[in-house]
């Protein structure tokens, strides 16, 4: 199993930068996907799910509105459209996937990760 992201950096506040996460190992159409971060000293949150069964999308109330995400079975990826940044964005952000095929919005129900990629919102 392997999941890989890419398109993280450094970008100013109000700018926009898009996340990618490319995965193979395990049958992604049926997986509940999501995006979370992790910010220096504190814990890893959840920015939005998809289940891919149910074609359902979750986001955290932080997020609604400014993020976007969307899931290409097809490509066995998924992607984070993050418009309107703000300082308190800054962290590292990971993609994962659940067995669980309903939409879970809490790390523990994850048991695939990726390593992770920097998003840095200057002000």
């Known amino acids: 199993v392997q999941l890989v992201e890419s398109g993280g950096g450094l970008v100013q506040a109000g700018g926009s930068l898009r996340l990618s996460c490319t995965t193979s190992?395990?049958?992604?159409?049926?997986?509940?996907v999501g995006w979370f971060r992790q910010a220096p000293g504190k814990e890893r949150e959840e920015v939005l799910c998809i289940s891919n069964s149910e074609g359902t999308t979750y986001y955290a109330d932080s997020v609604r509105g400014r993020f976007t995400g969307s899931s290409d079975i097809a490509k066995k990826s998924l992607y984070l459209q993050m418009n309107d940044l703000k300082p308190e964005d800054t962290a590292v952000y990971y993609c994962?996937?659940?067995?669980?095929?309903?939409?879970?919005?809490?790390?523990?129900?994850?048991?695939?990760w990726g390593r992770g990629t920097q998003v840095t919102v200057s002000s």
């Open positions: 994962a996937a659940s067995t669980m095929a309903i939409l879970v919005a809490t790390p523990e129900w994850y048991e695939h």
């Open positions: 190992g395990f049958p992604f159409e049926h997986y509940t």
